[in-house]
């Protein structure tokens, strides 16, 4: 009702504008000056009646949702700020406009050695992989790259049955076998079980090889071991290979990660089934990796505000780990250590420009505090989705005992999603982020934590329009698109700079230069998978942001392992060099 005796005035006023106009018509003739001011009011005045004064909004107002969660109302006035930002930095909300400048490129060179020719007969390697999909995800591919090297015949890796995720699957039931095997035939031979001799079957030695272990560290300190005994398994294999591999093994690590590791059909159905129901709803959305559960939370030290209950109840937890040391939560949430809340990543998606019509999948496992929690990430986004709320129990009952055939139907719908987003720097965020830049650098936001930790503390102090602004500002170099990442920072399962080519061509139509090749390797040749191109180079170094993309500490690697500090502890574990055996 005010607004319409809002717009109903200012027509009136304009009406007797006009109206004065015309019957003062002669004397304006007379003077030019008042003539100019006039027809400036009258311009004024009509503008008026076509737009209405935009809404007044109070930033500093809250309002209280049912449950007692309380949600600042400036979230909601986003639609109100244009995403000046995205303009300028020359990106859109649901693509990369230089995406179509890269591609992923893996195959291997012709210098290259191939299985028939270097591997060992009398050689097998067995791995046993730590903690969830993810983690195990990076055990696997390594795993491959160890075989290579140790020329070595890889009998199909164990997965981890016993740890935290407590999951009974074996690699058969979450990765297809067969297509692993023979996608990877030609760079290192892989069986499904050992061999018998005199009808027993080959026991192998157990031992584990140092943490980020070098291709020189695999020859002196496993090579010798597996002469010896000619079947050794390697156990707790995760990230027991260096980031620092020459580009041929990159290369390989790719093609384990990204085309090898297929998951089984029934996964690939259901993960499909998933994200057309996505598309029924919205043309674009959001996944969400939102990981805020009890056991990580209390794993990463940090406070979430939740008073001296959550504190106790986190505590408690905390003592489970007993080779943790005291820890300082300013300081961890300073250093970009800590996940952000879902209410943090609700407002940060705000501010980057989506709107509250977005439609969110969230993956993500039980969330500390429940409902209340989520509330204030439901009230930014009501288009709120899990698969759970989009399956049937039916449907979703041949997975949901297994908690990594759960994650894997998560892993489908992040990686087909047009923006993948997430609150942490753990397993599956790195994992994930490497993927979508492989496969076209499709909009991947990683929270810039280190410096967003700030902002949010003081976001109460400032209007909307100041924190989105600040926020986007901040997130420049974390939002998935092309040489934001200087190659070899970072974890390269994050970052796979050496399996990412430039296609010149495609710059020079576009009136751009291309980016100089500063490391020309012998006989190389970018090929696009199963496409060869010419005239293609290696993306540089240059031309990248500083950042804190090397802000994701070893420590975060619990995220996909309840067991990590087992035996040895946690700060041994991550920082020794020491070859063991169990």
């Avoid at 050689?123 to 903690?131: E, F, K, P």
């Avoid at 949430?333 to 980057?352: D, N, S």
């Amino acid at each position: 009702m005010k607004k319409k005796k809002r717009e109903t005035k200012q027509r009136n006023i304009a009406a007797a504008v006009l109206h004065w106009i015309f019957f003062t018509r002669h004397y304006l003739l007379q003077f030019p000056l008042l003539s100019a001011i006039f027809a400036f009011l009258l311009f004024f005045a009509a503008f008026s009646v076509i737009s209405p004064l935009p809404p007044i909004i109070n930033h500093h107002r809250s309002s209280k949702l049912k449950n007692g969660a309380k949600v600042d109302e400036s979230t909601f006035s986003t639609e109100t700020s244009p995403f000046r930002a995205a303009r300028s930095a020359g990106r859109h909300l649901w693509n990369s406009r230089s995406s179509k400048f890269y591609y992923g490129c893996s195959n291997a060179n012709d210098s290259f050695q191939t299985a028939d020719l270097k591997t060992n007969s009398n050689r097998y390697l067995l791995i046993a992989t730590s903690g969830g999909l993810n983690q195990q995800r990076t055990g696997i591919t390594d795993g491959v790259v160890a075989a290579y090297i140790l020329n070595a015949t890889l009998v199909v890796p164990k997965l981890d049955q016993k740890s935290f995720w407590n999951d009974s699957s074996d690699f058969a039931e979450i990765f297809d076998v067969d297509w692993f095997i023979s996608f990877l035939s030609k760079d290192v031979t892989i069986i499904k079980q050992l061999p018998t001799k005199d009808g027993k079957v080959l026991t192998p030695y157990r031992t584990r090889a140092p943490r980020k272990c070098t291709p020189l560290c695999y020859l002196t300190k496993v090579l010798p071991v597996l002469n010896k005994k000619h079947v050794v398994q390697l156990g707790k294999f995760d990230y027991r290979l260096s980031n620092r591999l020459s580009p041929d093994l990159q290369k390989l690590r790719c093609r384990v990660n990204y085309h090898a590791l297929k998951f089984t059909d029934s996964i690939l159905e259901m993960g499909k089934k998933l994200v057309q129901r996505m598309r029924m709803k919205s043309e674009h959305f959001i996944a969400l990796h939102l990981r805020f559960e009890p056991d990580m939370l209390a794993f990463s030290g940090c406070y979430f505000g939740g008073g001296e209950k959550e504190r106790m109840e986190l505590g408690k937890i905390r003592r489970r780990w007993k080779s943790l040391h005291a820890s300082n939560p300013d300081k961890e949430r300073r250093q970009g250590k800590c996940p952000l809340t879902p209410e943090e990543v609700g407002l940060t998606l705000r501010a980057l420009g989506f709107g509250s019509d977005v439609h969110l999948y969230v993956a993500s496992g039980e969330v500390y505090g429940g409902e209340a929690t989520l509330a204030p990430l439901k009230a930014l986004f009501p288009n709120f989705h899990s698969k759970e709320t989009l399956a049937s129990k039916r449907e979703l009952a041949p997975f949901s005992s297994f908690s990594s055939r759960m994650a894997a139907l998560d892993f489908i719908v992040c990686d087909e999603s047009d923006v993948f987003s997430t609150n942490n720097n753990g397993n599956m965020a790195k994992i994930i982020a490497g993927r979508r830049r492989y496969f076209g650098h499709k909009p991947t936001i990683r929270p810039n934590a280190k410096k967003l930790y700030k902002l949010f503390i003081n976001r109460h102090n400032k209007t909307w329009e100041e924190f989105a602004s600040r926020v986007r500002s901040l997130q420049i170099g974390f939002m998935g698109e092309p040489n934001e990442v200087k190659p070899g920072r970072g974890e390269f399962h994050e970052n796979p700079s050496s399996c990412i080519c430039e296609d010149p061509v495609a710059k020079a139509g576009a009136g751009l230069n291309p980016t100089p090749q500063t490391l020309p390797h012998e006989g190389h040749k970018n090929v696009k998978e199963n496409t060869k191109r010419n005239g293609t180079n290696d993306v540089s170094d240059e031309h990248t942001i500083e950042d804190d993309h090397d802000q994701d500490a070893a420590d975060m690697d619990y995220v996909d392992n309840g067991n990590a500090v087992q035996g040895k502890g946690l700060a041994g574990e991550m920082l020794s060099e020491e070859f063991f055996s169990d």
